[in-house]
């Protein structure tokens, strides 16, 4: 028993020695740098904390990193953060991954509050046996290769660069499982968009990536060359979007690899930064011709995106599509993005105060489209935070023909929300190309996850129209919700919005509705 005691003491006693010495080191180490620190806070003049008080005033930085990831988790409640709280959040992740979405007790929603929007319950709902999927609309059916989809929710624009390649592929194999259309955003068309098998509309922004020259204009060759792939059902040019309107994309030089850049057609390792428009479109009359141009090229649909600021613009625009002559000039589509859609890169005063939000913006457009004679001609795609079923099935009851989302899709992939996507640290893979953080997304896994959100995307917006008495989703009108007032009291949305009453979606929806 002595000799084993021995042994063990031998053992143990340079174990101790040499902790003993790591520890010594390591304080002097820590003693060393709070001395270095110590002189060189109380000699700057640029930080009166740090000046102050020094060294210790050094950990306000880190627990102001550390508070974006810890608010969520502990301090806010469930209907609290933004931009997306946890019950929105929660929603996603379990359709994402085909869970129950059943809630016991109550809702923890406010259902008084002003702007909660709330759906006409009828006596007597549809039953199982008599509903329908989501019918199918054309788009473009006077274009050489109209399109005809009955996809729903569909992923909006979010480009290679902004997103990693694993995140591109997972989006791709969901959306072509799904049968949802994927938009490339402004970054170019990539293998990896190809690669799923799913429709694609292909987006223009104000740099042209992909299909510019050496100048930075329209190449009509590579345009040809982009819709001679089967997939690429549509054209997209961007004129703005919700996080940034009147500035183009801002691609941060750490995510401007040499691949991306190739596929863009710009510099490696700088900033890519997109004009804030179009600098050879003007005016109104230069955006129908260079929609028709892009659809004369292409053979196929073709519409733009952009934010609304004021009804004068649409009157002017509609104006000019009857002069030209709307079977040529009018747009096949527009897409409609609210001023709180997201992006990977903003300046704050455009994401917080420039635009219309949707709740303005979806309404005008769609009424501007009916006072004009053009709502049958030109389709609705409705984007901005509608992530969850009664933002979608707001939209449609406004009057959208089909929904766009990118961050719902993001959540699908399993976004936490970190609040990252303008540097190269994402946490989830989903906006950085660093390897070893790309390596956490599998794209097979997370495939199957956003397929299982956009069906039961479907799924359960078809349960609100069940419920309001109708039998799909796209049946859905302004009098099956109201509003909530300032007074906690509601009103139908059909009352707030009292000029399509009768007439709030397209032809084929409206002979459709029993």
Not at 333 to 341: Q, S, Y
Not at 371 to 381: G, N, Q, S, T, Y
Request: with cysteine; hydrophobic share 40%; aromatic share 8%.
């Amino acid at each position: 028993m002595q000799g084993l005691a021995e042994k063990l003491n031998a053992f143990i006693s340079p174990v101790l020695e040499i902790m003993a010495v790591a520890f010594i080191f390591v304080v002097g180490l820590v003693v060393f740098w709070a001395i270095v620190a110590y002189v060189l806070d109380v000699t700057q003049t640029h930080h009166a904390v740090r000046r102050n008080y020094p060294v210790i005033g050094r950990f306000r930085y880190l627990f102001e990193h550390l508070g974006e990831f810890f608010r969520q988790y502990f301090f806010a409640m469930d209907r609290e953060e933004l931009p997306f709280n946890r019950a929105q959040r929660s929603w996603v992740y379990r359709a994402a991954k085909n869970l129950g979405n059943t809630v016991a007790f109550g809702s923890t929603r406010d259902l008084r509050a002003p702007g909660t929007v709330l759906f006409v319950s009828t006596p007597f709902p549809t039953l199982g046996r008599d509903a329908v999927p989501p019918r199918m609309i054309t788009i473009g059916p006077d274009c050489l290769v109209p399109y005809t989809t009955n996809s729903l929710i569909n992923i909006s624009g979010m480009s290679y660069g902004a997103i990693s390649k694993p995140a591109v592929l997972a989006l791709s194999r969901g959306a072509g499982q799904a049968g949802i259309w994927m938009n490339t955003g402004e970054g170019g068309l990539t293998p990896w968009h190809l690669e799923g098998g799913a429709d694609i509309v292909f987006q223009i922004g104000t740099a042209k990536n992909g299909v510019r020259d050496a100048k930075g204009d329209l190449d009509d060759h590579k345009l040809c060359a982009i819709a001679a792939h089967a997939q690429v059902r549509m054209f997209e040019l961007k004129i703005s979007q919700g996080a940034k309107p009147g500035k183009g994309g801002i691609l941060p030089a750490a995510k401007v690899t040499e691949e991306i850049a190739r596929i863009r057609g710009i510099g490696v390792d700088k900033d890519a930064i997109s004009p804030n428009r179009h600098p050879d479109i003007r005016d109104n009359k230069d955006l129908l011709n260079r929609l028709h141009h892009i659809r004369e090229v292409t053979g196929k649909p073709v519409g733009f995106k952009a934010v609304l600021g004021q009804a004068g613009w649409l009157d002017a625009l509609f104006t000019l599509v009857d002069q030209l002559g709307r079977d040529e000039y009018a747009p096949d589509f527009i897409t409609v993005d609210g001023a709180e859609g997201g992006s990977g890169a903003a300046p704050m005063p455009l994401i917080d105060a420039m635009g219309l939000p949707l709740r303005e913006a979806l309404p005008l457009l769609v009424d501007k489209l009916v006072e004009h004679d053009l709502r049958d001609r030109v389709k609705v795609i409705a984007s901005g935070k509608l992530i969850n079923p009664t933002d979608v099935a707001w939209a449609l009851c406004i009057g959208a023909d089909f929904i766009a989302s990118a961050r719902g899709f993001m959540f699908a992939l399993g976004c936490i929300q970190a609040l990252q996507c303008n540097k190269n640290t994402c946490p989830t893979g989903i906006t950085t190309h660093d390897p070893r953080l790309q390596q956490g997304l599998d794209p097979a896994d997370k495939a199957v996850r956003v397929a299982n959100y956009a069906r039961n995307m479907v799924y359960e917006v078809g349960t609100i129209a069940h419920s309001c008495g109708v039998r799909s989703p796209r049946d859905l009108r302004r009098q099956h919700a109201r509003v909530v007032q300032v007074d906690g009291c509601s009103i139908p949305l059909d009352t707030l919005y009292p000029r399509l009453a009768s007439h709030n979606t397209s032809t084929e929806a409206k002979e459709a509705t029993p």
